[in-house]
């Protein structure tokens, strides 16, 4: 049965007239001229059977069919193009891994460790997008992802990593490059938050034996990597996964200033969903993740 889908010429002149409200603008964008603009979207709008522009005081406007319209064909062509891309740029004889990784976690953990398997699978081409909140597999062009455990990976099998673990960190000479003589010393101190964990700093004083209201109180940062670069910079005391900061603390850029760990509410998982999961790309990134994680496990165990 054939698709009801206009051709991709008129799809683009509608989505460039759209966008520039405009037959004129579009005409230069595409390199047509203004009469086949015009034409293209009268024969798109005779396929759907739906006026797409309307004249106000002689200024192109979109009718409220072609605004919901413009919207989905320009997602549509986003998404076209980038399927087209990621096809032409096809190594034949690669193989690809498609992987989708929490932001800070990416930039902190990952990436700093991502050479080792390149030099173990030089034939593995890894492409890694951040990606903050839990998504759907069959809406995304994931063939893995490195997250929390949540419920929209029902169809999908987690394997487990690590534990997450908090602890206190802020540059050397925010405290002069001693530690502090107590946990409450920190309450001294600007708190740093993370948005999404806003009690965080208060059960951490809470097990330090020290609770205080006035660890609710500080900035919040949308993401760890905003807090952690804070707290390099002097801006204060920020609480986030030792996971982020092991490297920094070796380097001196950070340092902890009174040495207790708060367990996290997260653990981090391996999630592949069940149509990939026989994968060789997957198989070989999963297989040294594990390694990787269980080296990592142990060198935090006896921090």
Not at 213 to 222: D, E, H, I, S, T
Request: include cysteine; charged fraction near 25%.
């Amino acid at each position: 049965m054939r698709r009801k889908i206009p051709s991709t010429s008129m799809l683009e002149a509608f989505e460039s007239a759209a966008r520039h409200l405009s037959f004129t603008r579009a005409a230069d964008e595409l390199s047509f001229t203004e009469s086949a603009i015009s034409r293209k979207i009268a024969l798109l709008e005779e396929y759907l059977g739906v006026q797409l522009f309307t004249r106000v005081k002689k200024r192109l406007q979109l009718t409220d069919a072609g605004k919901s319209y413009s919207q989905r064909v320009q997602e549509s062509l986003d998404k076209l193009e980038m399927d087209t891309t990621l096809t032409m740029a096809h190594d034949a004889g690669r193989i690809s891994l498609e992987l989708a990784v929490l932001p800070t976690f990416a930039l902190k953990w990952l990436m700093p460790r991502l050479h080792e398997f390149n030099a173990l699978h030089p034939e593995v081409t890894i492409h890694v997008a951040a990606r903050e909140e839990p998504f759907l597999f069959s809406e995304a062009p994931f063939d893995a992802a490195i997250h929390f455990d949540h419920p929209v990976w029902a169809n999908a099998t987690s394997t487990y990593l690590f534990t997450e673990e908090l602890i206190p960190i802020c540059s050397p000479q925010l405290i002069g490059g001693k530690h502090c003589r107590k946990p409450a010393d920190l309450l001294d101190y600007v708190l740093m938050h993370k948005t999404g964990r806003p009690e965080a700093w208060s059960r951490w004083f809470e097990l330090a034996g020290c609770p205080d209201a006035r660890a609710l109180k500080g900035p919040r940062y949308n993401m760890y990597a905003m807090s952690i670069e804070a707290a390099r910079r002097g801006a204060g005391i920020a609480l986030v996964p030792r996971t982020y900061v092991m490297d920094d603390i070796e380097s001196g850029q950070l340092t902890v200033p009174w040495e207790m760990v708060v367990p996290g509410a997260k653990d981090y998982y391996f999630v592949v969903p069940e149509q990939k999961q026989a994968s060789q790309g997957v198989q070989l990134f999963l297989a040294w993740l594990l390694k990787v994680a269980e080296q990592y496990r142990d060198v935090t165990e006896q921090a």
